[in-house]
């Protein structure tokens, strides 16, 4: 999604991260989440604000959680 505003012209990259961190407990990191990319006028970016579904609290306790499911490697 492109925005234009009055003040700022921005795009919103929504994304979702998972993967299987090479650990022996195999731990599965699943974040679902967006990013507002804030441009200038000649295009550049300029700001971009991180926004995730989970705390950050919840994303190290992933970390540390073994995962139920096997990975593919």
Excluded: C
Aim: net charge negative; hydrophobic share 40%.
């Amino acid at each position: 999604m492109q925005g234009l505003d009055s003040e700022k012209d921005f795009i919103v990259a929504s994304w979702k991260l998972r993967t299987y961190l090479r650990l022996p407990w195999k731990p599965l990191i699943s974040v679902d989440g967006r990013t507002i990319y804030d441009l200038d006028e000649e295009f550049r970016i300029v700001r971009h604000v991180e926004r995730w579904n989970i705390s950050a609290l919840e994303a190290i306790i992933q970390i540390f959680t073994p995962s139920s499911e096997r990975p593919d490697r």
